[in-house]
């Protein structure tokens, strides 16, 4: 018997349906559904009633459901007692790259004033699967970019920090080197390289600014930012990425690659932070969530960016 087995089968009883315990979960309906039937089979007993109209726990269920909720909750106060006891441990954050990247190496220095014994474990990833990590109790929190339906999820908390928007980085190889700005009908034509899933229908982010119909020519798919900014030096390519969180890119203050406005297209979105609603966020984590807003604040403060 697995946590994850109790937990997933507390959802579907909580949602009253396995694919929608499974989609706020951000795991496949299959994985989900197999988990359960794997406890059930396990304990020898049927844990749900499983009609076309969605799931109910039998009587059995019930009992280990009431049982589940005991264990989950003993399992995070455990956890929290032991790290306040030794006031130290370690925080697991979930954040969008840039912003890792422009943010992280001050709020660490910030840290170590306060509570020199905590260690940051930092996953960078999209958005969404943030949201997956915090809401699945991965992560104690995340800083993400808000996107459509965010704020739909019952299971978290978004607050937002902070404007920002999406400059072009082009080359010098790139016929729009010498250019001021660039236009949206000119952007679409431009190889372009993506971050991951930008641009997919499911994805949020550049995709709720532009659209799924005319976004641009994607010639190439990567989890590597530096790659991204290598290529882009090397050839024509083109990229989005943040005005404030990457102002202090190497390439750029280096003159390899310039940064251009899209004329004709609004590009600002919202960053913030989510915290879970399923779970109790313990001491330490609080510690480092107020070490980072207060570090954001500082950094926009100095650099007059808007914070809504």
Known sequence: MKFEQLFYFKEAVKYSSISIAAEKNYMSQSSVSYSILKLEKELGVELLKRTNSGVTPTHMGELVL???EEILRSMNDITEMAKEMRHSGEVHISCIPCLCDWIIPRALRNLKEKAADIILSVTTSESRLITHNVSSGISEFGILISYDGLERNTDIKYTPLFKDEYLLYVGKNSPYWDRESISYQELITQPYIAYRDEFRSYNGGL?????TNKSP?????????????????????????????????YFVQSGQIRRLPVSDKKLSFEVG??????????????????VIKDTVKEIIDKNCISIR
């Open 207 to 211: 995709t709720d600014i532009f659209g």
């Open 66 to 68: 009431k049982s589940t």
């Open 273 to 290: 932070y989510i915290e879970s609603k399923k779970y109790k966020t313990p001491k330490i984590d609080k510690i480092v969530l107020e």
């Open 217 to 249: 020519a994607i010639i190439f798919r990567t989890d590597d930012l530096c790659s991204i900014k290598n290529m882009i030096t090397q050839n024509d390519y083109v990229a989005f990425f943040p005005k404030h969180m990457s102002q202090n890119d």
